[in-house]
């Protein structure tokens, strides 16, 4: 199935109140009409593009890549018409007519419409009306009209190609869009899904809302977030105490270990690795290396940070859960999370230590060892 997109750029926008036609004025380094054009360019369904220009804007056309330039006329409808007329020798199966305006028009509304197509001879873009609606005169309000069942129109307006032309060359003129042209030769339109930021450039603020949109819409798409999880088992032999999360509890037996066993800071040490694709504790501090006898947990931890800030993350939380019988940790929890957080260089309140028992199962169940789970969100900066 062939879709062609139609995009009417002939108008002369005087209320947008800038020298140049609104369509051919920049956006965040781009011309309203590029980014209009580059919308359906990027959409893989999408395979012809006409641009249907004023004769007085041959000039300020020529850098749009891969469209058809077609003059239009001195209407809307007519210009629209002359887009419809260009695409005839090869007629394409369904047609998306678009307001040059609308640069910020997503995928999703597009996909919106050509869907609809599937079971209707027209579809387009609208939101309901969510506002008060007044009458007024000379600044006064005259009186109220109810919102229910109204809705804002927006573009790409799809059609059947057929249809649409046809509808188009028995219209008498004066349409406020495709849908009142299509409506009037008897075809239905089915509304779908709008997005309030497929915003039409109308009056001079409308630029720096569209520009505070694209660079938006950019930071998201720049941003990385990584999430990674570790999981660690000690089990216990002789000893008076157990360090987890950096906190000596007494307890009758201690964990068994090549550095101090602290089995909470090793899944949190291999969870930051884990986000960084860099492996685990083992690959940096091999425990066959003498060196790392007896060692604090904290060395391991503050190497995973340090790695994650020299490729440019920040640690934004963690979340560490023991698994074990004894020792109780609940009472220890806060001591826990303010010793991570320190060694982290966080907020006590992005750091999370909590336990759960297995119910008596396993080797934990048993009081053989203690289990550690955790997960660490890195966030490029």
């Not at 000893?239 to 037996?253: A, F, K, T």
């Not at 089995?263 to 860099?278: K, N, P, Q, R, S």
């Not at 982290?344 to 080797?363: H, P, Q, W, Y």
Request: with cysteine; glycine share 10%; net charge negative.
């Amino acid at each position: 199935m062939e879709i062609a997109a139609i995009i009417v750029a002939a108008g002369r926008g005087t209320r947008a109140g800038t020298c140049l036609p609104k369509q051919w004025c920049r956006i965040a380094g781009a011309t309203v009409a590029q980014r209009s054009v580059a919308a359906f360019q990027a959409h893989p369904r999408i395979t012809r593009y006409v641009l249907v220009i004023h004769p007085d804007d041959d000039a300020l056309a020529r850098d749009i890549d891969g469209v058809q330039l077609v003059h239009g006329g001195s209407t809307r409808d007519a210009s629209v018409r002359a887009g419809l007329e260009a695409l005839v020798d090869h007629a394409p199966d369904l047609v998306l007519i678009h307001d040059v305006a609308r640069p910020l028009v997503s995928a999703d509304v597009i996909d919106g419409v050509i869907g609809a197509l599937s079971s209707a001879p027209g579809a387009a873009p609208a939101l309901s009306v969510t506002d008060a609606l007044w009458h007024g005169t000379d600044g006064v309000v005259t009186g109220t009209r109810s919102r229910d069942g109204l809705f804002r129109a927006q573009t790409p307006q799809g059609f059947h190609f057929g249809p649409i032309l046809a509808a188009h060359r028995a219209h008498p003129g004066g349409a406020a869009d495709d849908v009142d042209v299509a409506r009037r030769a008897g075809l239905d339109v089915a509304i779908t899904m709008g997005d309030e930021n497929n915003l039409k450039i109308t009056m001079p603020g409308d630029f720096a809302r569209a520009e505070r949109l694209i660079r938006d819409t950019a930071k998201e798409q720049e941003m990385d977030i990584r999430i990674g999880n570790g999981f660690d088992v000690h089990a216990f032999e002789d000893g008076d105490h157990v360090i987890l999360c950096g906190v000596r509890i007494p307890h009758g037996r201690k964990l068994k270990g090549h550095s101090d066993a602290d089995v909470g800071m090793h899944a949190l040490t291999d969870a930051i690795y884990g986000a960084l694709a860099e492996g685990d504790i083992g690959q940096h501090f091999p425990p066959s290396d003498p060196q790392w006898k007896g060692a604090k947990s904290h060395i391991f931890l503050r190497h995973a940070v340090d790695l994650a800030k020299s490729r440019g993350y920040r640690l934004s939380n963690a979340d560490v859960t023991l698994i074990c019988e004894q020792p109780k940790i609940g009472p220890h929890a806060s001591a826990m999370r303010a010793a991570l957080a320190e060694i982290m260089g966080l907020d006590v309140d992005r750091v999370s230590v909590k336990a759960t028992t297995s119910e008596r199962l396993g080797f934990t169940g048993r009081s053989e060892g203690i289990a550690s789970l955790a997960s660490a969100t890195l966030v490029k900066v």
